[in-house]
């Protein structure tokens, strides 16, 4: 989202993930494009589409989506990855839809990724002290085990 951040005010943030996005130059898409593209179901498509992240035309029974809708998609699966809940994400989005640039919006969104990064590197230090805990008890247990090995042998 870093990039996305480096917007001007006038401009949203789907806006400027979407222009800076140059991997596709289609401007809509099918439900399966972005699913394949993704590598997400459509089940998922459609139930971020019921919680209001995503918004497609309906051409007939099919859905139309835009790259604002892509932009919006890539959005929410970045927010995922980093911990923020479907509500945070929603949130977030409808922040930059506003288009008004308010100063308050903008500290809530940076205050949010600000106290993120702070879970996420707790997170990190729980995992690094699980894996050396863990890799000692390998340690251990292949000695062990190699000990065992040994006497049969023997």
Same mark, same amino acid.
Not at 88 to 110: C, H, N, S
């Given at each position: 989202?870093?990039?996305?951040?480096?917007?001007?005010?006038?401009?949203?943030?789907?806006?400027?993930?979407? %222009?800076?996005?140059?991997?596709? &130059?289609?401007?809509?898409?099918?439900?399966?494009?972005?699913? &394949?593209?993704?590598?997400?179901?459509?089940?998922?498509?459609?139930?971020?589409?019921? &919680?209001?992240?995503?918004?497609? &035309?309906?051409?007939?029974?099919?859905?139309?989506?835009?790259?604002?809708?892509?932009?919006?998609?890539?959005?929410?699966?970045?927010?995922?990855?980093?911990?923020?809940?479907?509500?945070?994400?929603?949130?977030?989005?409808?922040?930059?839809?506003?288009?008004?640039?308010?100063?308050?919006?903008?500290?809530? %969104?940076?205050?949010?990724?600000?106290?993120?990064?702070?879970?996420?590197?707790?997170?990190?230090?729980?995992?690094?002290?699980?894996?050396?805990?863990?890799?000692?008890?390998?340690?251990?247990?292949?000695?062990?085990?190699?000990?065992?090995?040994?006497?049969?042998?023997?």
């Amino acid at each position: 989202m870093s990039e996305a951040l480096s917007m001007t005010s006038d401009n949203e943030l789907v806006d400027v993930v979407a %222009a800076q996005d140059d991997s596709t &130059k289609k401007t809509q898409f099918t439900i399966g494009d972005l699913a &394949k593209e993704f590598n997400c179901t459509l089940r998922t498509l459609r139930f971020y589409e019921d &919680k209001g992240l995503l918004n497609p &035309k309906r051409d007939g029974m099919n859905r139309v989506y835009t790259r604002r809708d892509r932009a919006r998609l890539k959005l929410v699966l970045m927010g995922k990855r980093v911990g923020f809940s479907l509500s945070e994400i929603r949130d977030m989005l409808d922040l930059y839809d506003l288009r008004d640039g308010q100063v308050t919006q903008l500290r809530v %969104a940076l205050s949010r990724f600000n106290e993120q990064i702070a879970v996420l590197e707790v997170q990190r230090t729980d995992i690094e002290q699980a894996i050396e805990e863990l890799s000692r008890t390998v340690a251990i247990v292949s000695g062990m085990l190699k000990h065992k090995e040994a006497e049969e042998e023997g």
